[in-house]
């Protein structure tokens, strides 16, 4: 797929600073993120994904991980009826109301599954597969210790670009700015990303349950889109920081003061 030149609507005042960062993105001491560990603890549960034929029956496929009560697919669906919207959600709860809603609907482009998307996506999902997979509101694990439970910072993430199309793109949101400042910076420092959008998300938007109840409760909601522009990096030794220079304390890669 050739990559479109659509427009960035970045604000600069929300870009990251390397100083905001801990030393380990920073320096892109990010080695872990190929151990491939986590892999093998999910081979031993793989979900399985009777579904698959469906990833070929449309053109395109747009997947929203953690998906709550599908509002948003559920909203996009009628919309564009040649692409398949992939919902999933692993909390039963949430899965049981999204799906009530799906069925009632009974539309053909939209699947509602509750499954955990690390091994249904790491197991199931070819190369090149997904347009577009949105991330609204997930938790932000904002504890030092669990910074790789975070979802760019997690080696789930080299699974995303690996099924990502070239000129696919990836949604963030977050009520924490922190959480999109360092997923920018991975995405665009060492993941071969083009910085597309970082922004607030708009106070009259209204996507999904969780950004209601945010916007209602007056918070800053923060919004990231990154487009897929080359490879996954495949060892340690291709993630290299763009530009090919490493960023020092003070330098900053996006060229702002
Ligand atoms: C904070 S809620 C946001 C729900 C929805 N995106 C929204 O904005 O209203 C995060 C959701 O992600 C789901 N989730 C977290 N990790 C997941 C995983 N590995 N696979 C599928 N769902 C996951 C949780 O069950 C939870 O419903």
């Given at each position: ?65 953690g998906c709550g009560r ?84 997690h080696p789930f993430v ?100």
């Open positions: 797929m050739e990559i479109t030149g659509s427009a960035t609507r970045v604000n600069g005042a929300l870009l990251p600073r390397p100083e905001q960062l801990d030393e380990e993105l920073r320096h892109g001491r990010l080695a872990y993120l190929f151990t491939r560990r986590y892999l093998e603890k999910w081979s031993r549960l793989r979900e399985t994904f009777p579904e698959k034929g469906r990833l070929a029956d449309f053109p395109a496929v747009h997947v929203e991980i599908a509002k948003n697919l559920i909203n996009l669906s009628p919309q564009q009826p040649h692409t398949l919207y992939i919902g999933t959600e692993r909390d039963n709860h949430r899965f049981q109301a999204a799906s009530r809603r799906a069925e009632r609907l009974a539309r053909p482009n939209l699947l509602i599954l509750r499954r955990d998307v690390v091994p249904l996506v790491a197991f199931n999902f070819p190369d090149s597969t997904v347009d577009e997979y949105d991330l609204f509101y997930p938790d932000p694990w904002p504890r030092y210790r669990h910074r790789r439970r975070r979802w760019y910072r080299l699974e995303l670009l690996r099924t990502l199309k070239q000129g696919g793109s990836i949604r963030l949101t977050s009520d924490r700015l922190f959480y999109v400042q360092e997923a920018a910076w991975m995405f665009g420092v060492y993941l071969n990303c083009r910085l597309e959008l970082l922004e607030h998300v708009q106070v009259h938007s209204n996507r999904t349950h969780f950004e209601s109840k945010y916007l209602q409760q007056g918070r800053r909601l923060y919004e990231l889109v990154v487009r897929k522009t080359g490879d996954p990096p495949a060892d340690v030794v291709e993630l290299q920081p763009a530009r090919n220079r490493v960023c020092t304390a003070g330098e900053n890669p996006w060229g702002r003061g």
